[in-house]
């Protein structure tokens, strides 16, 4: 006798960038977008809570993060260059 088991619809609006970005990353990591909020969901009730902080910047990482987004306080280098500083 087969098990049965329901399943719920979950309809969401997100930009066709945001979407299109989180399918490579997911298809990497060899798992559906369904996968993917199933373990979101999971996580969140295992947590209950996000699983992850959600909040607001101190103002220290919110000019950090405009810094960055300037182009500002970083060196633009590549990955051959980054390891042999580490050899």
Same mark, same amino acid.
């Given at each position: ?11 969401a609006r997100?930009? =066709? ?25 999971? $996580?969140?009730?295992? !947590?209950?809570?996000? =699983?992850?902080?959600?909040?607001? =910047? !101190?103002?220290e990482? $919110? ?8 182009? *500002?306080?970083?060196? *633009? ?9 580490? *050899?």
């Amino acid at each position: 006798m087969a098990i049965t088991i329901k399943t719920e619809t979950i309809r969401a609006r997100v930009t =066709p960038g945001l979407k299109r970005d989180a399918e490579v990353i997911l298809h990497k990591l060899g798992i559906s977008t369904t996968e993917a909020i199933t373990i979101f969901f999971r $996580q969140i009730v295992m !947590n209950k809570g996000i =699983p992850f902080d959600v909040k607001i =910047p !101190n103002e220290e990482t $919110q000019i950090a993060l405009e810094e960055i987004r300037a182009g *500002k306080g970083f060196i *633009k280098t590549n990955l051959d260059e980054l390891r042999s500083e580490f *050899k």
